[in-house]
């Protein structure tokens, strides 16, 4: 193990990822977010673009790739989503790499890795640890269909690609129920102090 702690950090849509991240964050632990690398892939890296542009033009515009539209393009046509994810994952394996030296250069005794499809991706594998956050189905499926622009339609698809929670939670080595804030935060706070020993100093 390197004296960076990397802890992978996923889980299924809607199951409350971006807050718990968020709670890192707060803790003074570095975050890297393959949702927000993707959004920075897709609005100024050019060669991703152009990349995109050849396989689906209709999904790109002046300001980049669109990210609804491509998700409809994609939903039309299913054999897109492997020549799109090789044009995507080594443009993010790229991206997360520059983040983790930058963590090592700056003496980060922890970092945070936020991938949705960790375990789809075999992501684990180059883990010191992995963190699952779950929820109940019901709280699940009504955070999901409060989201703008989300139909049942594109739920189901979503989880489709996604691995069971049930066998997320199997696989992890950390679990937190994200059942209010306070307890996403209470638990994320016993886990920093239980990997590295304590909580940042600001």
Same mark, same amino acid.
């Given at each position: 193990?390197?004296?960076?702690?990397?802890?992978?950090?996923?889980?299924?849509?809607?199951?409350?990822?971006?807050?718990?991240?968020?709670?890192?964050?707060?803790?003074?632990? !570095?975050?890297?977010?393959?949702?927000?690398?993707?959004?920075?892939?897709?609005?100024?890296?050019?060669?991703?673009?152009?990349?995109?542009?050849?396989?689906?033009?209709?999904?790109?515009?002046?300001?980049?790739?669109?990210?609804?539209?491509?998700?409809?393009?994609?939903?039309?046509?299913?054999?897109?989503?492997?020549?799109?994810?090789?044009?995507?994952?080594?443009?993010?394996?790229?991206?997360?790499? !520059?983040?983790?030296?930058?963590?090592?250069?700056?003496?980060?005794?922890?970092?945070?890795?936020?991938?949705?499809?960790?375990?789809?991706?075999?992501?684990?594998?180059?883990?010191?640890?992995?963190?699952?956050?779950?929820?109940?189905?019901?709280?699940?499926?009504?955070?999901?269909?409060?989201?703008?622009?989300?139909?049942?339609?594109?739920?189901?698809?979503?989880?489709?690609?996604?691995?069971?929670? !049930?066998? @997320?939670?199997?696989?992890?080595?950390?679990?937190?129920?994200?059942?209010?804030?306070?307890?996403?935060?209470?638990?994320?706070?016993?886990?920093?102090? @239980?990997?590295?020993?304590?909580?940042?100093?600001?």
């Amino acid at each position: 193990m390197s004296e960076l702690f990397l802890l992978g950090l996923t889980g299924s849509i809607g199951m409350g990822k971006t807050t718990t991240a968020e709670m890192f964050r707060d803790a003074l632990i !570095a975050v890297w977010d393959a949702d927000a690398a993707v959004h920075e892939l897709y609005t100024s890296d050019t060669d991703t673009i152009e990349k995109i542009y050849d396989l689906a033009p209709a999904a790109v515009s002046g300001e980049g790739v669109d990210r609804k539209r491509l998700g409809n393009i994609l939903q039309a046509d299913k054999t897109l989503f492997p020549k799109l994810e090789a044009i995507v994952h080594p443009a993010i394996r790229a991206h997360r790499a !520059a983040f983790i030296e930058a963590c090592k250069t700056t003496g980060q005794k922890m970092a945070v890795v936020d991938i949705p499809l960790l375990y789809e991706t075999d992501a684990q594998d180059w883990m010191d640890a992995v963190l699952v956050v779950t929820t109940d189905e019901d709280t699940q499926r009504e955070r999901v269909l409060a989201r703008g622009g989300m139909t049942e339609e594109i739920f189901q698809m979503i989880l489709s690609r996604q691995l069971p929670d !049930a066998e @997320k939670r199997a696989r992890a080595d950390y679990v937190i129920e994200t059942k209010s804030m306070d307890h996403v935060r209470d638990e994320v706070h016993s886990l920093i102090v @239980k990997l590295i020993g304590a909580l940042p100093d600001a």
